[in-house]
């Protein structure tokens, strides 16, 4: 489990879909995650989450920034 809990803005990686996302909300033993692009699910079991790492902070800050840009038609 993560030390501290989980919060609202909070960027973690979920193995179960090998992804890292943000927590959009937590609910007792409930979590909702959402990706830049849009996908958002609920996760049961937030024990299985774990904070972010430097490397993929990194890496989801990025794509917010892609899909800010693609919604602005200003992708390179």
């Known amino acids: 489990m993560i030390e ?3 919060r ?3 960027a973690v990686y979920d193995p ?4 890292i996302a943000m927590v959009t909300s937590v609910d007792r033993s ?3 995650l959402s990706r830049p692009g849009g996908r958002e699910w609920e ?3 937030p024990s299985r ?3 972010a790492d430097a490397h993929e902070r990194r890496t989801l ?3 917010v920034l892609h ?3 693609q919604r602005r038609g200003t992708t390179p």
């Open 67 to 69: 899909h800010e840009q």
């Open 8 to 10: 609202r803005g909070m």
């Open 49 to 51: 989450l774990r904070p």
């Open 4 to 6: 501290g809990g989980l």
């Open 43 to 45: 996760v049961q079991a």
């Open 61 to 63: 800050r990025a794509l």
């Open 16 to 19: 179960e879909t090998d992804m």
């Open 30 to 32: 409930r979590v909702w």
